[in-house]
């Protein structure tokens, strides 16, 4: 049978018996019908998962406990009150996301108070349990505006808010940030004003007006991504590894680090000769055709092959997908839409991948040939080694 899930403040540790409140009891023997045996997965909200299984009085035996560690970004939701509807659908989109805190602020225009605190618990764990998220989010106390930016500043967390242009280039050296979504009327221009005094950074998710709801659920998911892009980015403009020893990739580096960007690129293909299979100097010069060569097409050919050197399934994979996709689009917009990007790039994959390997293959019948001439020509007997 399918293995029920539940939520407990229990300390979860293998060979321990854990009660399960009247509530949790009610589903799991009156609603799912659980029998003696029956196995069953408890979370607490901060990354444990324990299986186990029911016993004949009716508490859960635990057999197995998993510690899953957070990755990627770590979002926080600072939000305006809706009605109760809308901040059900709130709630359990901020499960279902990974939020790591929410934080209820009053606004001038909100027009709902704050619920009741056990109700959100209750939506949050639903939410998880449905999205298989260990981590329940924080609900914070309800604050006012000012308050909360000076927290979140005091907690190094940057802010982000919905504005009409986007300036989020202080985020590259953050791994997490705060989403804020003000009232349906929208924030007030002081209250726009003191965000950005407070240093907040606007982000624009389009051109049309959303309800609370969907700017919330939009802007986590668009800031998470974000994040990991610029992340990345930062890594591949000198705070990564090197992911080679070649002598060429660090002469590369060092060109690189020095604005002269040809010689690194020269450098850069030296060291893939060498080295074929190294995703890492595939992925050095795609970063450095998109950023600094404005090479759009190798900057994609180069993505590519790198995306055939490491697992699909990877975070950094994903990643390197959307910012493939993003230099696509860059590049078909400076053409004008004027030729099918698909077959057009495929052409250009396949003609370049064709030129490497007749490059290699003339490469290899040059080092042939000078081998056989070297064993043909004979060699001169040197002057000490003559009969005085």
């Known amino acids: 049978m399918s293995r029920h899930t539940f939520f407990t403040d229990a300390e979860l540790l293998s060979g321990r018996s854990v009660e399960l409140s009247k509530e949790q009891k009610h589903h ?20 444990t998962i324990a299986r ?42 901020a499960g279902e996301l990974g939020v790591a805190e929410l934080h209820p602020v009053r606004f001038e225009r909100s027009v709902s108070q704050a619920d009741c605190k056990e109700r959100w618990t209750t939506l949050l764990e639903e939410a998880c349990k449905q999205s298989k998220n260990p981590f329940l989010p924080v609900i914070n106390p309800v604050s006012g505006l000012a308050e909360k930016l000076d927290e979140l500043k005091n907690r190094e967390i940057p802010v982000v808010f919905g504005a009409i242009r986007s300036a989020t280039g202080n985020l590259q050296r953050s791994s997490r ?36 709801e969907t700017a919330a659920c939009a802007g986590i998911a668009v800031l998470r991504q974000l994040l990991a892009i610029l992340l990345l980015a930062v890594v591949l403009t000198g705070c990564g590894r090197n992911g080679a020893n070649d002598p060429f990739f660090k002469k590369a580096e060092r060109a690189r680090n020095s604005g002269d960007y040809k010689s690194a690129m020269n450098f850069y293909r030296r060291a893939l000769y060498r080295n074929p299979h190294n995703a890492d100097i595939h992925l050095k010069i795609a970063n450095l055709c998109d950023e600094s060569l404005n090479d759009h097409i190798a900057a994609i050919y180069y993505y590519n092959e790198y995306l055939k050197l490491v697992p699909p399934e990877s975070a950094d994979a994903q990643t390197v997908v959307k910012l493939r996709d993003l230099v696509e689009k860059r590049l078909f917009r400076q053409a004008g839409n004027k030729f099918a990007p698909t077959a057009e790039l495929e052409k250009l994959r396949k003609d370049n991948a064709y030129l490497l390997d007749l490059n290699r293959r003339l490469a290899k019948i040059i080092r042939e040939q000078q081998r056989i001439k070297a064993k043909k020509t004979p060699q001169k007997k040197s002057a000490a080694g003559k009969k005085r």
């Open 28 to 47: 799991l023997f009156k609603v799912f019908r659980a029998v003696c045996g029956d196995e069953v997965e408890l979370l607490d909200g901060r990354g």
């Open 52 to 93: 186990g299984c029911v016993e004949a009085d009716k508490s859960v035996l635990i057999t197995q406990v998993e510690q899953v560690e957070k990755s990627g970004a770590e979002l926080h939701l600072v939000f305006a009150l809706p009605r109760k509807n809308q901040l059900d659908l709130l709630l359990k989109q």
């Open 177 to 212: 940030a705060a989403w804020v979504v003000g009232p349906e009327g929208g924030f007030t221009d002081e209250e726009e004003e003191l965000m950005r005094e407070k240093g907040a950074l606007p982000l624009n998710l389009g051109p049309w007006v959303l309800r609370l």
